[in-house]
């Protein structure tokens, strides 16, 4: 029979799940297989197709600004043929258009590879039963009602329900994100409304066995299984157009737009004037080129690779170009808190004996550090609860030469052993002279495990006094503290074993209970000398104490969530762990205060759609949040007009980290799912280094915004200068579509990439983030472009007019006035204050820009082959001078503009204070 992924699996019996799914502890038999694969599909997710590679290449020609100048080449086309004339411009447009769209058509092309990383997360071969007999088949062969047996390495090929386990644990970070063991028993039946988390009778394909061996049958296959309903919701995660996107398609429209007005307006007016049709038409074919800027395209996508490279260097790997931009604009980041706010590293920061609190200092798994407090090991009774932590653990410590210290297995026994080598205690000798005779496995249900060691001469328990003597046999247990109280009816403190009584009890408690509240994760450890190798649960046992620990926050995580602060952007904590060590976090790292709401994946769960925007805007802690709320919380986000950025390294975080305008993997501990899914990945797994790509992108976007007021400023200025030709009564064009094309890309062009490389300005991270939905023209960037254009197109009208008066190459004089003139313009932009107060070699490669442009320029004039081409008169000394004279006049205006805004700055704060 089919599967049902919504059929509660995990409330039913092993037994019951074979009869309902038509199978037997003899497996399938090999007809039923192919009968269910035939009607099931086959064991593996679905691949989204996506767009072709002619599909990409087409929709580069859907920008309105390329599609105006293909127009314009089409008509320079026409007029060149009816004029007889070589179609330079034309073939020049063309050329334009060209490489803007292979530049779009490369970064676009790269192929969405997050589904594939999926598929290859399923194991090629299985071990299945079919007619009775084990035998190994590719996963992909898998149906509902197969039995499969695994165990320690392998990967869960399919979802599962346990039929039988011994010590089983599953690493199920790939679906929950943490990175602690799950452990798995096959008898517990659940009830029908359990969390998909806490299904600890059932395996989740993409999982992997970390300990023990299962025998499971499979309940769900391919696209119906866990991980392929998060692969359907990555299939339906839209993928949010960027702020810098949205902004260059309003500039696009105004331009076009624009243009189109005026160029129209010409036409009009230079008919009622009497005007030629077949000048006013390349007029206008002109005023159309002036107003495209065709270099900006090349100019942004250096730009974003410039923020690219440094952001490599501060350990952000950008995957798509405008995430460097966008980056500026975010507004909420909503962070996981294992191995990215907090260090993915337990350890033991509080111990609580019977006469001592002791804390614990030192960073991470390297053995060094302080027991405050703790007095003399040998005199009470600290050594032997910090042996019973290292006896009672499976992990080891280890040091690398190039990567330091690190724990091999279960991160929270490690920090036992952790502890221990701070407090002088060498875990290998400590085990080689106290070999384990028997062990009973921890027990999720049951919260305890413990361990039977041998104890020449009663070494460890000298502490426990009369109560040990003779004893060369221990019995160490460790787990939750309530259970391990629960086992005891004596005590130790440093003047030996006493009775435990209730009140006693009850403190023991109140402490748990207090740690547990620092977000601490607490263990209890007892000690049963004379013990025999069984024990059952009312055997008496003595308590030793308690270890607490912490998966630490990483120290600069702090000051970079102030920094966030500071720069008006909210940090919001979504993770799958415990709500109250979620708060410790958040707390400790000023995420939300004490008094701030802490929202569970099962309210959410409650909420709708419009609920949960509400919802969202009040709240930066999130618990026990699954992979498909973590989706709906950023669409929310969105819906409130955030700029979101989402981080992650599970496959549960897939959907969301594309769902984001700005998907963060982690670099280290990162899937491929996550990572193909992403716009950037974390080469350290640090929260801090998002902080830090947030300056670049600042930076980057502030330099965008620098050079978009510097070229589209010079461009109106020529829009304005070639549209008064015709109305002055001119013949001629002032300037040819292949000239306008030489100012757009180089004149404009050069400059422009050096101002992409002018340095950060200290109150980046001091002023909150731009408004996600505002124009490129906003904060008087458009009054800016217009003012300066008008100035700028008055200043060489009028050398226009008086040139043609008295006979000078006027068409020359105004190419080469307004080529000059952006140099001034490219100098003047680079900052809000005077140049004078602005350091002249901070940016030396702006310096050498309008130099090397100066120079082409006047090759222009005065290189033959070039001025032929080109359409260029050579200047005599007197007319270059006058182009040079007023060319400073536009740099002189700018100047005298930021003054004037200065004085009147001043004044607004003399009046106000």
């Known amino acids: 029979m089919p599967s049902s992924p919504a059929r509660p699996w995990h409330a ?16 399938l038999s090999q007809a039923e297989a192919e009968r269910r694969l035939e009607r099931e599909g086959a064991n593996r997710l679905r691949q989204a197709p996506g767009r072709s590679q002619l599909r990409i290449l087409l929709d580069q020609f859907s920008n309105v600004m390329l599609v105006m100048l293909l127009a314009v080449a089409a008509v320079a086309g026409l007029l060149a043929l009816r004029t007889q004339q070589p179609p330079k411009d034309a073939i020049a447009i063309l050329v334009i258009v060209g490489l803007n769209a292979l530049l779009g058509f490369l970064q676009e092309s790269k192929a969405q590879r997050a589904l594939l990383a999926l598929r290859d997360l399923s194991q090629p071969l299985v071990q299945v039963q079919r007619d009775g007999r084990w035998q190994q088949l590719s996963s992909e062969q898998l149906v509902p009602g197969d039995r499969i047996r695994l165990e320690a390495g392998d990967r869960v090929p399919a979802d599962a329900r346990l039929l039988y386990a011994v010590n089983l644990g599953v690493q199920e970070s790939a679906l929950t994100g943490e990175a602690e063991a799950i452990f798995k028993r096959a008898e517990l039946v659940l009830e029908a409304k359990t969390p998909l988390l806490d299904r600890r009778n059932c395996l989740w394909m993409g999982t992997d066995i970390s300990r023990g061996r299962a025998v499971a049958v499979v309940i769900a296959t391919g696209m119906a299984t866990e991980l392929g309903q998060i692969a359907q919701l990555l299939e339906a995660a839209g993928g949010e157009p960027t702020p810098l996107q949205e902004r260059l398609q309003g500039l696009a429209a105004v331009l076009v737009g624009g243009a189109l ?6 036409l009009v007016l230079g008919s009622l004037l009497g005007q030629n049709l077949l000048d006013l038409l390349q007029v206008s074919l002109s005023m159309a080129v002036a107003i495209v800027p065709e270099g900006l395209p090349a100019v942004i996508t250096v730009t974003l690779a410039i923020g690219t490279q440094r952001m490599v260097q501060r350990s952000a790997l950008i995957r798509r170009l405008p995430a460097v931009e966008t980056l500026g604009s975010v507004t909420v980041i909503c962070s996981d808190k294992t191995g990215t706010l907090t260090q993915n590293r337990q350890v033991v920061q509080e111990i609580r004996t019977g006469s001592a609190q002791i804390h614990v200092s030192g960073q991470g798994y390297e053995p060094r550090g302080q027991l405050q407090g703790a007095g003399a090991l040998a005199a009470g009774s600290l050594e032997l609860l910090l042996s019973a932590g290292v006896l009672c653990s499976d992990a080891d410590l280890q040091e690398h030469p190039d990567q330091g210290w690190s724990v091999l297995g279960d991160p929270t026994e490690g920090a036992l052993l952790v502890v221990a080598a701070k407090a002088g205690l060498d875990a290998f000798s400590l085990r080689s002279s106290h070999p384990r005779c028997a062990e009973i496995p921890f027990s999720a249900e049951e919260q305890w495990m413990a361990v039977w060691i041998q104890d020449p001469g009663g070494r460890l328990q000298r502490p426990l006094g009369a109560a040990a003597l003779g004893s060369e046999e221990l019995q160490l247990s460790k787990g939750a503290p309530e259970v391990i109280l629960s086992l005891c009816d004596r005590w130790l403190d440093d003047t030996g074993v006493g009775p435990l009584k209730e009140q006693q009890r009850q403190g023991w408690l109140e402490q748990h209970q207090h740690l547990a509240a620092q977000g601490l994760r607490v263990l209890g450890f007892s000690c049963r000398p004379h013990a025999g190798r069984t024990a059952a649960a009312n055997d008496p046992q003595v308590f030793l104490g308690l270890m607490a620990q912490l998966d630490p926050p990483r120290p600069e995580v702090l000051p970079a969530v102030a920094l966030c602060h500071r720069a008006g952007i909210r940090p919001v904590m979504i993770t799958g762990d415990h709500p109250l060590t979620a708060r410790a976090i958040a707390e400790a790292i000023g995420i939300g205060t004490a008094g701030s709401p802490v929202l569970l994946g099962a309210e959410l769960e409650a909420l709708d759609d419009r609920a949960l925007q509400d919802a969202v805007q009040g709240c930066d802690l999130y618990a026990r949040v699954p992979p498909e709320q973590k989706l709906r919380i950023v669409r929310a986000l969105q819906a409130k007009g955030e700029v979101v950025a989402m981080t992650g390294d599970g496959v549960n975080d897939a ?40 300056e670049e992108g600042r930076l980057v976007y502030a330099n965008i915004r620098r050079f978009i007021k510097y070229i589209l400023g010079s461009n109106v200025g020529e829009l304005l200068t070639i549209a008064s030709a015709p109305l002055l009564g001119l013949v001629g064009v002032p300037l040819t579509p292949l000239q306008i094309l030489w100012m757009n890309l180089v004149t404009d062009g050069l400059p422009a990439l050096a101002l992409a490389l002018e340095p950060g300005d200290a109150r980046l991270m001091q002023r909150p983030p731009g408004q996600p939905r505002e124009s490129i023209f906003a904060r008087g960037l458009g009054r800016y472009i217009l003012r300066v254009g008008v100035v700028f197109a008055l200043i060489v009208i009028s050398l226009m007019w008086l040139a043609e008066r008295h006979g000078a190459p006027w068409p020359t004089m105004v190419f080469t006035t307004l080529c000059l003139a952006q140099m001034g313009h490219a100098l003047s932009a680079r900052s809000e204050e005077p140049l004078l107060r602005v350091p002249a070699f901070s940016n030396p490669w702006l310096l050498l820009a309008v130099l090397v442009t100066t120079g082409l320029q006047l090759m222009l004039l005065y290189v033959p082959a070039l001025s032929r081409f080109f359409g260029t008169t050579p200047l005599a000394a007197k007319d270059l001078a006058t182009c040079v004279g007023v060319s400073l006049l536009l740099l002189l205006y700018l100047e005298l503009e930021k003054l004037y805004s200065l004085w009147r700055r001043s004044t607004d704060s003399d009046c106000s204070s």
Not at 261 to 266: D, I, K, R, T, Y
Not at 657 to 685: F, N, R
Request: glycine share 6%; aromatic share 2%.
């Open 12 to 27: 039913l019996s092993p037994e019951a799940c074979l009869r309902a799914l038509e199978s037997s502890d003899q497996g």
């Open 261 to 266: 007005s005026l160029v129209a307006a010409v």
């Open 655 to 694: 959907p969301a980290l594309k769902q984001a305008h700005i998907g963060v993997a982690m670099g280290i501990t990162g899937t491929d799912v996550s990572k193909e899914a992403a716009d950037m990945v974390l080469l350290d797994d640090n929260f801090a280094t998002i902080v830090n790509a947030i």
